[in-house]
């Protein structure tokens, strides 16, 4: 609207590029390493399955690394999440690269067109991802009996924290605070409006550390598969606790 | 919630003598503060050296500017309480309340003072914010049922995420560091942060029952807001605008406009599924 000579976009505050950079390299990072790992075609060390493969799926006649199958979800849910939508449209879109700094990209579509558009459906991501997160709990509670006698391992300690972590992202997402009580505007006289005005309390909980929950679970998922790969090349031993 | 309307006019100078004439004689640490001077046509940063006293804001010293080195400086102000909304203004690059921010926490260092940038200049640090005023009247106002006139037992859960929304003051400073408007001049496209939480402060509350997911859909252009949440960074009100206005926004523009299935439930049932359904 107005073009006046009295502001220059410049904020003051340096710099204002370390949180965008570190997020593109984070990002980037991860993404590759989930490429090479899904490549590898298996992910699996008794009784340890690797997030990324699970659950397991292959389909006769295409054969395809059975992580594909699966990664589409958990991706599909991370790139259409609102906080991770933040943190990529500002440091790799630059839109804005940070607040009060110019942008030199002239057409924006902002999420009314192709290709942030498909963002609107983030809901159907987190139902494919609580279905993947059910099957991520058997896996964890499976790690628990080796041999089908309670044993606490490293790395099952491990798979639990992942999979706490990966719960509370999951739960703590706006689409999900919306389903559970967000979309009522009288919970007092709805049907079950004060069990969904608990729950929609819960969750705001969880959603407002969502960035954090986002993060610690990226590292975590990460780190649970590199522990699978390093049992699997036997380059270290799975220490039992109890 | 104000909604808008009269406001402080632009002022050349106030008489608020009596605070300076009673500062203690002696030498004083002096800060300087460089002021956009100008209008449409052009302008420039001029340095004032101003005196600091304890507990000195920048709209102190604007004052001071006024009242001793340049009475003919333009700033908009009136509650100098951090309420009014009238005083905001991008200090040293950043949308602030000039009342509300402290001289001392740039730490001696030079004070730029610009109007904010989204709206038309006037003078100086008074800019042009009557788009604001005109947005507003576009929202359907608070619509309880037909013959529903209250008084209104209300309880607690039902209201609680409404008290934030209406803490904000209309200081505009979201829409100022909003890159839709800011960045890419989305004025006609998108309505901006401050009527998100308008809005989400109506289609929230339990006894409206207007719709305004088409006007947010369309003119309201909630779509070109990507979330990026400069807005609640800057908000004195400590409004959490993205995370408790827009998103739960787009989510019900979601289900209006992009969730099939909800769009076959709608359809199955043959009309407007109710709320939270
Ligand atoms: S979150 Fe949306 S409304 Fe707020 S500044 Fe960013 S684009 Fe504008
Ligand atoms: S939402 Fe906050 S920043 Fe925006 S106008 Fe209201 S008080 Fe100001
Ligand atoms: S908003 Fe982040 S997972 Fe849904
Ligand atoms: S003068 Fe009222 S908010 Fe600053």
Redesign the interface.
């Known amino acids: 609207?107005?073009e006046?000579?009295?502001?220059?976009?410049?904020?003051?505050?340096l710099p204002w590029w370390l949180q965008p950079a570190a997020t593109v390299t984070i990002l980037t990072a991860f993404g590759l390493y989930a490429i090479w790992a899904a490549l590898q075609g298996h992910g699996y060390v008794a009784p340890y399955l690797s997030p990324f493969y699970s659950p397991p799926v292959t389909i006769a006649g295409i054969p395809i690394s059975p992580a594909w199958w699966v990664l589409w979800g958990p991706f599909g849910f991370r790139a259409t999440c609102?906080y991770y939508?933040?943190a990529y449209?500002?440091s790799y879109f630059l839109?804005?690269v940070a607040?009060?700094i110019?942008?030199s990209r002239r057409r924006?579509?902002?999420?009314?067109a192709w290709p942030?558009?498909v963002n609107?459906?983030?809901?159907y991501f987190l139902y494919v991802a609580i279905i993947v997160l059910a099957f991520l709990w058997r896996d964890t509670v499976e790690t628990f009996f080796p041999g089908g006698h309670f044993a606490v391992h490293a790395g099952s300690l491990l798979f639990l924290v992942n999979v706490v972590l990966l719960s509370g992202y999951t739960f703590g997402c706006?689409?999900f605070?919306?389903v559970a009580?967000?979309?009522?505007?009288?919970?007092?006289?709805?049907r079950g409006g004060r069990l969904?005005?608990g729950l929609w309390q819960r969750v705001t909980a969880l959603?407002?550390r969502h960035a954090q929950w986002a993060w610690a679970s990226l590292f975590s998922v990460a780190l649970a598969d590199v522990y699978v790969r390093l049992l699997m090349a036997g380059a270290m031993p799975d220490p039992r606790l109890f | 919630m104000s909604d808008g309307g009269s406001r402080g006019t632009a002022v050349e100078a106030r008489p608020e003598q009596a605070r300076w004439e009673a500062a203690p004689p002696g030498p004083r640490a002096v800060a300087t503060f460089q002021v956009?001077r100008?209008d449409?046509t052009?302008?420039?940063l001029r340095a004032y050296q101003v005196p600091v006293t304890e507990g000195m804001v920048v709209l102190d010293a604007i004052h001071y500017i006024q009242h001793h080195l340049d009475s003919t400086l333009a700033c908009r102000w009136n509650c100098k309480a951090a309420k009014c909304g009238s005083c905001s203004a991008?200090v040293?690059?950043?949308?602030r309340l000039m009342c509300k921010t402290r001289v001392d926490e740039f730490g001696g260092q030079p004070i730029?003072v610009?109007?904010?940038?989204?709206?038309?200049?006037i003078k100086d640090l008074v800019?042009d914010v009557s788009?604001n005023y005109r947005v507003n009247k576009e929202i359907p106002p608070f619509a309880p049922a037909p013959g529903d006139a209250g008084p209104w037992r209300m309880?607690p859960?039902?209201v609680e995420r409404l008290f934030e929304f209406r803490r904000c003051i209309e200081c505009f400073l979201c829409q100022d560091?909003c890159?839709?408007?800011?960045?890419?001049?989305?004025?006609d496209r998108y309505y901006g942060p401050r009527f998100m939480v308008r809005i989400a402060a109506l289609?929230?509350?339990?006894k409206?029952t207007a719709s305004r997911e088409e006007l947010l859909h369309g003119k309201g252009?909630i779509?070109?807001?990507?979330?990026?949440?400069?807005c609640e960074?800057?908000c004195p009100e400590h409004i959490t605008i993205t995370?408790n206005a827009i998103?739960?926004l787009?989510?019900?523009?979601?289900?209006a406009?992009?969730?099939p299935w909800r769009a076959l439930l709608r359809r199955l049932r043959g009309r407007k599924e109710p709320?939270?359904t």
């Open positions: 609207m107005a006046h000579t009295a502001t220059h976009s410049a904020a003051a505050d609102y939508r933040k449209y500002r839109d804005p607040c009060m110019p942008e924006y579509g902002g999420e009314t942030f558009i609107n459906v983030h809901r706006h689409a605070r919306h009580g967000g979309n009522l505007d009288c919970f007092s006289c709805a969904r005005y959603n407002q | 956009f100008g449409r052009g302008g420039e991008e040293n690059g950043r949308p730029t610009r109007p904010i940038k989204v709206f038309p200049l800019t788009w309880h859960e039902d560091v890159h839709v408007l800011r960045e890419h001049r989305g004025t289609e929230m509350h339990p409206d252009g779509g070109y807001c990507n979330i990026t949440k400069c960074e800057v995370d998103i739960p787009k989510e019900r523009v979601a289900d406009f992009y969730d709320r939270g």
